[in-house]
C-alpha cells in the first residue's frame, strides 16, 4: 500500500510542472505556427532586425568614407607633374634620373628629359666650370646654377628640395595634397605684396604665400599623360603627392620584397630543421 505522503508529493509536483509544461507546449505551437507561415519566433525576429540596422549603418559609414575619400594618386603619372611642372623650381637631390625605372618609366624618356640639364665637369685648363649633359646616374639638382639665383628668382626664398620633403615637412602628403588645392582669392581686407599669394592651408602664420599657384600655370593647362588623360587639378595633385611619398624612399617596394623572401626562407628553413629533428630522435 501506498504511503499518503508519497500521493501529495506527487500531487504537489503535479501541480507546479502542468504549467510548465502548458507554456512550453504553447511556445512550440506558436513555434511551429510561425515556421509554417513562413515567419520566425519574436526573438529571432529582433535578432535578425538588430543585424539587418547594424549591416545598414556599417554600409551607410563605409559608403560615407568612401564618398570623402581624396583621389588616388600614380607614382608614375605624378612624375610628369613633377617634370613639367615642379622641376622648373625645386630638385631632388637625393634621388637619381636612374630611379625613375623602378615606376615604370621608359628609360628613353629619362635620358631625353636628363640630356635637357646640365650638371657640373670639373674645370678646364683656364679654370673654369664645365658642365655636361646628365645622365642617369646623376641625381636631379635645382634648375638653377647657384643658390642665389634661386633666391633671386623665388622673392628672396630657396624652393626646397623634393627628396625627403614628404617626411619633413609637417603633415606629410596629406598637406601638400591639401596645400596645392587651397590657393583662393584673399579676404577684401588683406592686402598682398606683389609676388606673394593667399593659402590658407600654408605653412605660414601670415597665410602669405610666396610659391604661385602651379596648376594654373600654362605648363599644367597643357600637360598630357602618356595615357592620353588631360589631368585636373585635383588628380595632379594626388600624382604629385604619391610621387614625392615614394621618392622619400625609392627602395621601401624593394626592401619589403627582400624582407618577405628572407622570411619565407626562415620559415622553410625552420620546417626543414624541426623534420630532420624528429627523424633524428625518433631513432
Not at 43 to 67: D, I, M, P, V
Not at 106 to 120: D, F, N, Q, R
Not at 266 to 281: D, E, H, S, T
Request: hydrophobic share 40%; aromatic share 10%; charged share 20%.
Amino acid at each position: 500500500m501506498a504511503c499518503p505522503r508519497m500521493f501529495g508529493l506527487v500531487a504537489s509536483l503535479h501541480v507546479w510542472h502542468c504549467p510548465l509544461l502548458c507554456l512550453e507546449r504553447a511556445y512550440r505551437q506558436k513555434t511551429r505556427t510561425a515556421r509554417r507561415n513562413g515567419g520566425f519566433p519574436m526573438k529571432y525576429r529582433s535578432f535578425f532586425t538588430l543585424l539587418l540596422c547594424g549591416g545598414a549603418a556599417l554600409f551607410s559609414q563605409a559608403q560615407a568614407k568612401e564618398n570623402q575619400e581624396p583621389l588616388k594618386g600614380d607614382a608614375t603619372k605624378g612624375f610628369y607633374v613633377f617634370a613639367n611642372i615642379c622641376n622648373q623650381c625645386h630638385g631632388a637631390q637625393n634621388l637619381h634620373y636612374g630611379d625613375l625605372l623602378k615606376i615604370g618609366i621608359p628609360s628613353k624618356e629619362i635620358l631625353a628629359w636628363a640630356g635637357h640639364h646640365e650638371v657640373p665637369d670639373g674645370l678646364d685648363d683656364n679654370g673654369n666650370l664645365k658642365k655636361r649633359q646628365a645622365n642617369a646616374f646623376d641625381p636631379i639638382a635645382l634648375p638653377y646654377p647657384t643658390e642665389k639665383a634661386a633666391r633671386n628668382a623665388n622673392a628672396g626664398d630657396l624652393p626646397p628640395d623634393f627628396s625627403h620633403i614628404a617626411s619633413n615637412i609637417a603633415g606629410g602628403t596629406n598637406y601638400i595634397n591639401s596645400m596645392l588645392l587651397a590657393y583662393q582669392t584673399p579676404p577684401p581686407d588683406m592686402k598682398l605684396e606683389p609676388g606673394l599669394f593667399y593659402n590658407p592651408v600654408a605653412l605660414t602664420h601670415h597665410r602669405h604665400f610666396k610659391m604661385a599657384p602651379p596648376f594654373e600655370q600654362e605648363a599644367a593647362k597643357t600637360l598630357t599623360y602618356p595615357d592620353g588623360t588631360h589631368p585636373s587639378d585635383a588628380q595632379m595633385s594626388a600624382d604629385i603627392s604619391t610621387f614625392l611619398e615614394w621618392a622619400n624612399d625609392p627602395s621601401h617596394n624593394a626592401r619589403q620584397i627582400s624582407g618577405g623572401l628572407i622570411c619565407l626562407y626562415l620559415i622553410l628553413m625552420g620546417v626543414f630543421a624541426c623534420l630532420w629533428r624528429n627523424r633524428v630522435w625518433k631513432k
